[in-house]
Structure formats: C-alpha cells, structure tokens
C-alpha cells in the first residue's frame, strides 16, 4: 500500500516505470516477429524510438550531464570500456570457439551464420554500434538511468535498470537458446535460458556501475559494441 501511494505522488517515479514498461513492450514484440523483417525493421525502429526519447528528456529538463553525454569525461569512459570489454569478451568468445569440441556442433544463430564477408562487415561496422550499442546505451545508460535516479537512490537505479535491461531481451533470448543447437533436453535449455537472463542482468547492472564510475555512457557504449561484435564474429567464423 504504501509503494503505492509513493507511485500515486511520485511524477519521477511513475516516468521511470512507464520508460521501462515502453523499453520492454518494444523490444519483446518486436522480437516475434520474422528475423528478416524484424533485421529490416530494427536499425531505424531503434534510432526514431532514440529520437524520441531524447526529445522526451530534453522536455523534462535533464541536463548533458545527467543523461551522461556531456564531453568532460568521455575520453576516461570510453579507454575504461575498451579494457573492460577486450577482457570480458573472452569467456563467451572462447565458449563460442570451443563448442564444436565439446558438444560436436558449433554455436548457431540463423541470422548471423548466413551473411556474407560483406554483410558481416556492415553487421560489425554500423549495425552493431548505432543500432545496438548505441541506441542501448543511450536509451539504458542515459536516459532511463537518469529517470530512475531522479526518482530513487544509486543501488535501485542500477538494480532497476539492470532487471529492465535483462527483461528487454526475453523473447530474443529465448529463440537465441532454442535454435543455437548446443544443447537439445528440455531441462538444459531451460537453464541456458535462465542463466542467459541473469547474465544480461549483471551485464546491465555492470553497465550501470561503470556509467556511474566515469560519468558517462561512453564506457559502457564500447564495452557492449566489443563484446558484442567479438561474439558475433566469433559465431560467423565458426559456422
């Protein structure tokens, strides 16, 4: 009751859970759609919805440096997000690399296996910065870490934050598990699929500790374009 009356005269804190609830609708319903419409779609689904967001905080008043944008600090965030992300990027890399010797299959993932020297090359180039990284880190990092501290203290923005950005991956994460083939028994999905989630949700809390640490999203935004590129080539090469 009394988390309710809070949310009924908190306008910072009704803002915060509606970004979260608008973040999590877009992002799981447009994963059920095809992989091809939804590659089509996303890039510049991603950058109107960024734009929106942006103007929504500019309305609200927050400054560059609350959402993390300002310059002051950008070059220490972004040389600690390369180190992190070069370190980090090794277990799953060198998970990726090893399964076929483990398991006999390498890793799958359709929409990645498939694509040419050229299409990867776009793929590592364009669309996992601007319309992954990017737009994540911005729209997680920047604009809804700052609704969530307006609204409350440090350890519940980086907690809220990080349970928004595992839930903002159920339904990819789910076909991701399913069709990757490294694992076929029910139960064995069943917990790849829950340690994926958990593992996005210490990802995003981490993200939300380094943009706290340097005072920007430059950090986390080469940290999540590294990991995320190294990954994926490593999933091209191995198919």
Do not use: C
């Not at 944008?69 to 972004?78: D, E, M, N, T, V």
């Not at 070069?86 to 990726?96: D, K």
């Not at 139960?187 to 640490?213: C, D, E």
């Amino acid at each position: 009751m009394d988390a309710l009356l809070r949310l009924a005269r908190d306008p910072a804190l009704r803002s915060a859970l509606f970004l979260s609830l608008l973040l999590l609708l877009y992002s799981n319903l447009t994963s059920l759609s095809e992989p091809e419409r939804r590659e089509e779609f996303l890039l510049y689904g991603n950058l109107a919805l960024l734009s929106l967001l942006l103007l929504w905080v500019r309305w609200a008043g927050f400054t560059l440096p609350e959402l993390g944008l300002a310059g002051a600090q950008a070059r220490a965030s972004a040389l600690w997000g390369i180190a992190l992300g070069l370190v980090l990027a090794l277990p799953p890399v060198a998970f990726i690399a090893l399964a076929p010797f483990v398991t006999g299959e390498p890793v799958q993932a359709g929409e990645i296996n498939d694509l040419s020297g050229s299409e990867m090359a776009l793929r590592l180039a364009f669309r996992v910065p601007v319309g992954t990284a990017l737009f994540e880190e911005v729209a997680f990092r920047g604009v809804l870490y700052a609704f969530w501290l307006r609204a409350t203290d440090l350890r519940r923005t980086v907690l809220g934050t990080g349970i928004v950005f595992a839930l903002w991956h159920v339904v990819i994460t789910f076909k991701s598990v399913t069709e990757s083939e490294v694992v076929e028994a029910a139960p064995f999905i069943a917990l790849g699929y829950l340690g994926s989630l958990l593992g996005l949700f210490v990802g995003g809390a981490a993200f939300a500790l380094l943009r706290w640490r340097t005072g920007g999203v430059a950090g986390p935004f080469f940290f999540h374009w590294i990991v995320v590129a190294l990954m994926t080539l490593a999933v091209w090469l191995r198919s």
